[in-house]
């Protein structure tokens, strides 16, 4: 049987609430330090973000990635003015790419999904990375990683290993990062799924997951 359409109100209904609950949560700052770089925040408001892809399809995830963003512009608070904000909306945005093409490629295993978004986000984040901290704007972010590796006890020489070792620490991070957004959301959209069984009418991707 051939997936149905969700109704428009629903879906517009459940993304509103997801987008709002994840500028609720990004804004309230409901996140947890990385303990080698603690400018970084595990961020829970992404938990949400990926529900919405998993319960609406990745336009609902892109939408409810948007309002997260939108919300941490208003916000403010990041080193520039934007550009913090920005790489959180790659991060996510290049997760739920992997977790979706992941899952649509190996016929509808969370497993690979979980796989893809690890690849998809590490691999992003690590170029996009690099390339701020090396090219873009190393005036500001050489000193400034510099600075919070020497809060942790790590001293660096050299432009191009602090660059790198930066990169690779961010990498590490958003790796981790990718387990504590997916597989909660994962856990909440089989709980949903049970609690209102209609809705397995209109999801794209399986409820139990597929090895």
Not at 6 to 30: D, E, N, Q, T
Not at 68 to 96: F, R
């Amino acid at each position: 049987m051939s997936q149905a359409r969700v109704p428009k109100s629903l879906w517009i209904a459940g993304v509103a609430a997801l987008g709002g609950a994840a500028i609720a949560a990004g804004v309230a700052r409901l996140s947890m330090p990385f303990p080698l770089l603690p400018f970084l925040r595990f961020d829970s408001a992404e938990i949400f973000d990926v529900l919405s892809m998993t319960l609406f399809g990745p336009v609902g995830g892109v939408v409810t990635t948007l309002a997260h963003w939108y919300g941490l512009i208003v916000n403010g608070g990041s080193l520039v003015p934007g550009v913090g904000e920005t790489m959180k909306l790659t991060a996510v945005l290049s997760m739920l790419f992997g977790l979706y093409t992941g899952i649509r490629l190996s016929g509808g295993s969370f497993w690979w999904g979980l796989v893809g978004a690890v690849a998809s986000r590490t691999l992003v984040m690590a170029l996009v990375t690099f390339l701020l901290y090396y090219v873009l704007l190393p005036e500001v972010y050489l000193p400034f990683g510099s600075r919070a590796l020497q809060r942790v006890g790590i001293t660096v020489q050299g432009e191009l290993t602090l660059a790198m070792l930066m990169t690779v620490l961010n990498a590490v991070f958003n790796l981790l990062h990718v387990f504590l957004s997916v597989v909660p959301a994962y856990a909440i959209h089989r709980s949903v799924l049970r609690a209102l069984p209609f809705l397995n009418r209109y999801s794209w991707m399986t409820v139990t997951p597929k090895r």
